[in-house]
């Protein structure tokens, strides 16, 4: 009989957080891709993108082999944030309480200087809720500064890319067909760090790359014709996730030139699997990305942690995390006392002792057109296996696709022991009605 050891017995807990009163506050980046499953990365396996700068960064820091989101973006947004279920505080698509702590808050009140660049699209545009057409609403999130797209203004109103719409700071920008959207959002982090690195700093970069459409980006051969800017082809995904490193190599840059790197923690994740038209090569055969759908391909992200001052040996962790882990690793930097449904992942950092998580639980209802409904569900998770409310069971080395329940007839007496952890699991959450 296998020993399972619950973490989860009770879902909202009141973290409890190793203290490190010894290090000095370090900052933090917070980078979080837009559709960008854990197939993109070179570091990862893959053979069709480049990304050099954050295989350097995995090469000398933290590199996770099993992070799991939710399989949209808001869902994953709120989550992170907050460090909860979605049952807890995800009320529509789009949008993000007021009352909720964010680790904005969080590290405001801590003293650090904090700024959020890149998507936004937590107001509630799409129903109009109260507080939709406020511009102000991510200083109520603990951010000093802003520099996004989609806060007041639509998506379909307003390209991410060329010719973007941006809020900054209040101000409305229409940079014109010439200027990429992720270069203001990149610009404007590093000028951050230049003007307020006297002080502790915590950026959160939700970006928008690499998100369809699928469009040329400036290093792309097509970027210097005005027409074909905003041309929509799968073939520029590959130039957009080169990109996404280019800028993050752009930050990391700054970071060094300002004297501040080895006492940053820049993070680097996805918010979800990737675009389902995508197909990435890999070392370990072929993915097709599966965004909205609670399979590996759609929750599966990387996870790609540096901080020299403190990891100071490249490893790989290969056991459970979540993302509602994020929040407390955050306040046990900080010090501070939250309620969450994770767990610091700090000592992991510090070379502190570490028990592995067994076993994780999602709770998804995406409440966003017919597609991703379909596929609203609850599970819970180990590494090797996976249980979905409805009593489907998954042996995923060998069924990554979830495509052959095993029947309860031919299940071990470990398998049913599993199973029956991570039933419990489930019935700790609320139920669908």
């Known amino acids: 009989m296998v020993k399972i050891i ?17 290090i000095e506050k370090p900052n933090i980046i917070l980078i979080l891709a837009d559709d960008m499953g854990y197939e993109c990365l070179g570091c990862n396996g893959s053979l069709s993108y480049n990304t050099p700068v954050l295989d350097d960064l995995a090469s000398s820091g933290l590199r996770f082999t099993n992070c799991y989101a939710q399989p949209l973006c808001t869902p994953s947004r709120v989550k992170i944030m907050t460090g909860k279920y979605n049952y807890r505080n995800y009320e529509y698509f789009g949008y993000l309480d007021e009352n909720e702590l964010t680790f904005g808050t969080l590290f405001k009140e801590a003293g ?135 800028l993050v190599g752009r930050i990391v840059t700054s970071l060094k030139e300002n004297g501040i790197f080895d006492k940053t923690i820049v993070i680097f994740t996805g918010d979800n699997g990737t675009n389902r038209s995508i197909v990435t090569e890999t070392n370990y055969g072929t993915v097709r990305g599966f965004k909205g759908n609670t399979t590996d391909a759609g929750t599966r992200v990387p996870l790609v942690i540096s901080w020299p001052d403190e990891i100071n040996r490249p490893s790989v962790y290969d056991g459970l995390v979540d993302f509602s882990d994020f929040m407390p690793t955050f306040a046990d930097l900080v010090n501070a006392d939250i309620v969450s449904d994770g767990r610091s992942l700090l000592p992991l950092f510090t070379d502190e002792e570490f028990i592995e998580k067994e076993s994780i639980f999602m709770h998804y209802d995406p409440r966003w057109g017919a597609n991703a409904n379909k596929y609203r569900n609850q599970f819970a998770r180990t590494k090797e296996y996976k249980l979905y409310q409805d009593g489907k069971f998954y042996y995923l080395p060998d069924d990554v696709l979830e495509l ?29 009605k």
């Open 6 to 22: 619950i973490y989860l017995s009770t879902l909202l807990a009141l973290v409890s957080c190793t203290r490190v009163n010894d």
């Open 112 to 246: 650090y200087a904090t700024c959020i660049a890149g998507k936004w699209q937590l107001n509630g545009l799409s129903y109009d809720l109260p507080g939709y057409d406020d511009n102000s609403r991510p200083y109520l999130f603990g951010f000093d500064e802003y520099c996004l797209w989609q806060l007041t203004v639509p998506g379909n109103e307003g390209s991410r890319y060329a010719d973007p719409v941006i809020e900054k700071n209040g101000e409305m920008l229409r940079p014109g067909i010439e200027k990429y959207g992720p270069d203001i959002f990149t610009d404007f982090i590093i000028d951050f760090v230049k003007r307020r690195k006297e002080q502790p700093l915590f950026i959160y970069y939700p970006m928008v790359l690499v998100h369809n459409p699928f469009v040329p980006t400036p290093d792309s051969e097509e970027w210097n014709d005005p027409v074909m800017k905003l041309q929509q082809d799968n073939k520029y995904f590959s130039d957009m996730v080169n990109y996404t490193d280019k």
């Open 404 to 432: 052959f329940p095993l029947p309860d007839s031919i299940l071990t007496e470990e398998q049913v022991a599993i199973k029956n952890h991570l039933q419990e699991l489930i019935d700790k959450a609320p139920q669908w």
